[in-house]
């Protein structure tokens, strides 16, 4: 059943309650034909948990640090060109002045088989010409990294970065299919005395061929407020005056982005629950360059599944949405507790440009386990969905918090609103991993930490996911982390050697 949202619209509140109807049911009947999973690559390049030879650089991390929360995107102009970005951690042992992590830069000419790493310029340490023009330059902070590609072929990079004095939302941008470093654009800045907290960026560019063709667009949230979005005409190099999404203040931690085929942006977000408006997607659109917003409206009022946070025995997990875009609709998932505390990723979708929206599906039934942190991806032909999967979980039990063992789902439709069957499901990772691992040291003590999100492009043919895998971890004693985080001479055991890894996955000729 589809609902109208331009008459809910005058319903306000009320609207996500409307739409969220009973518990939804798998969408979906096996399929006979079949996904593969390729190998699970590893994108950091180490050394395996051997000695370290010198010292970490951003082309190589011997100190076998962390790295987490990866993005990806496809070069629309080759296919084998697939970049990445990572929190990564490797400088701690090298300068005092690094508070934590740095953004670094992955990037792979083989479709996924092989990974150079780079940082963003700027870092501390950095003395390169490249590094002295930074206007990160100073900041001991650089994360949250999101990426995208023109039709040009040229890559983006953005992120959030810290300073003494300001915060700052940030694009990098690189030419020649992501190769060579241009510069990097401070998109906005919040002086730290004004109290504003800026965080979970997201960034999507257009390349449609219309009248706004190669906008790019940031949009993030100023914490427990608003939602923004900012623009740029010039490839990057100025941006302009956020424009605000959000429309009322609210606590806000998220946002995503996605350009329909006629231009029109999308961008979707977690509001948390506060006062007596309840915990919601909320979803608005521009169809002007992001020059203005409409009305924001409710999507879904969710049963968030919200993993405790500061805990030593488990990660951080939080309910966000992901959205896509494509002739056929609009896309938007996330994970919702509504199932007996059972976490299921659920899908919507739009045939008109959000003026209407379908009941909310599930996009896999596995029987147990959680899931959390989906993807979508898009492109007229497919719909696609990447997640983190408990099933394998030999102690699952749905009133607890997610156990020892994850995995990585990918589950494929083809393109239409509504989902038409039949889906197709794979799991990606070749071994399940433990997320609880306490291989980060904060001041409440060592706690575990895998980020917020994964990622996943479609390129040509292919499917590629990018997520945070803990197997390279050594086994931890009760004294974990067991190495000093500034020691290199520690750091050989492996203690906090957590990784980003990829597989592409393609389809099996149809019988």
Same mark, same amino acid.
């Given at each position: 059943m589809r609902t109208s949202v331009r008459s809910l619209v005058l319903l306000g509140l009320f609207l996500g309650l409307l739409l969220s109807g009973p518990s939804p049911a798998s969408a979906f009947a096996p399929a006979s034909a079949q996904l593969v999973a390729g190998p699970n690559v590893k994108?950091?390049?180490?050394?395996?948990?051997?000695?370290?030879p010198d010292r970490p650089t951003p082309e190589f991390d011997c100190a076998n640090f962390m790295q987490n929360e990866p993005p990806l995107a496809?070069?629309? $102009?080759?296919?084998?060109?697939?970049?990445?970005?990572?929190?990564?951690?490797r400088l701690i042992p090298l300068d005092p002045r690094v508070q934590g992590t740095w953004l670094g830069y992955y990037r792979s000419e083989d479709g996924g088989r092989t990974w150079t790493n780079t940082f963003l310029p700027g870092f501390p340490g950095d003395d390169s010409p490249e590094g002295q023009a930074s206007p990160l330059r100073g900041n001991f902070f650089a994360g949250d990294p999101v990426v995208a590609f023109d039709s040009q072929g040229n890559a983006y990079v953005g992120g959030i970065s810290w300073g003494s004095?300001?915060?700052?939302?940030?694009?990098?941008?690189?030419?020649?299919?992501?190769?060579?470093?241009?510069?990097?654009?401070?998109?906005n800045t919040v002086p730290d005395e004004q109290g504003q907290f800026i965080d979970k960026p997201c960034l999507t560019v257009d390349n449609t061929g219309g009248l706004h063709d190669g906008t790019i667009y940031v949009g993030w949230s100023r914490f427990a407020e608003i939602v923004v979005v900012a623009h740029s005409t010039d490839g990057g190099q100025t941006f302009s005056q956020p424009v605000i999404a959000s429309g009322t203040r609210a606590p806000t931690r998220t946002c995503a982005l996605a350009v329909g085929p006629d231009g029109t942006l999308y961008v979707v977000w977690r509001q948390f629950a506060f006062g007596t408006s309840r915990d919601a997607l909320i979803f608005n659109a521009s169809s002007d360059g992001g020059r203005t917003f409409g009305f924001a409206r409710t999507l879904q009022i969710i049963t968030p599944y919200d993993q405790e946070r500061n805990r030593p025995d488990t990660f951080r997990a939080t309910s966000f949405p992901s959205v896509a875009a494509d002739e056929n609709g609009v896309y938007v998932v996330w994970e919702d507790a509504r199932f007996q505390g059972s976490s299921r990723v659920l899908l919507i979708c739009s045939p008109d440009g959000g003026q209407t929206w379908t009941e909310p599906v599930k996009v896999s039934e596995?029987?147990?386990?959680?899931?959390?942190?989906?993807?979508?991806?898009? #492109?007229? $032909?497919?719909?696609?969905?990447?997640f983190y999967d408990s099933r394998h979980d030999p102690d699952f039990d749905p009133r607890r918090n997610i156990g020892d063992a994850l995995d990585v789902y990918y589950v494929e439709f !083809?393109?239409?609103?509504?989902?038409?069957?039949p889906g197709v499901e794979v799991r990606v990772t070749d071994r399940s991993f433990n997320p609880n691992l306490r291989i980060f040291d904060t001041p409440s003590g060592a706690q575990?930490?895998?980020?917020?999100?994964i990622?996943?492009?479609?390129?040509?043919? =292919?499917?590629?996911?990018?997520? $945070?895998?803990? =197997? #390279?971890?050594?086994?931890?004693? !009760?004294?974990?982390?067991?190495?000093?985080p500034r020691d290199l001479r520690t750091l050989t055991q492996g203690c906090r050697n957590q990784n980003i890894y990829t597989a592409a996955i393609t389809r099996e000729p149809e019988p």
């Open positions: 994108v950091i390049r180490d050394n395996d948990n051997a000695p370290c496809a070069d629309p $102009t080759n296919p084998d060109v697939l970049i990445s970005g990572g929190n990564d951690f004095r300001e915060s700052a939302v940030f694009l990098a941008k690189y030419t020649d299919h992501g190769k060579t470093y241009s510069h990097i654009a401070l998109v596995p029987g147990r386990g959680h899931q959390i942190m989906p993807q979508v991806a898009a #492109d007229g $032909t497919r719909v696609g969905v990447a !083809p393109s239409g609103c509504p989902l038409s069957g575990p930490f895998i980020g917020d999100y990622g996943l492009a479609f390129a040509g043919e =292919r499917v590629h996911v990018v997520w $945070t895998d803990n =197997r #390279d971890v050594s086994p931890q004693p !009760p004294t974990n982390p067991p190495c000093n």
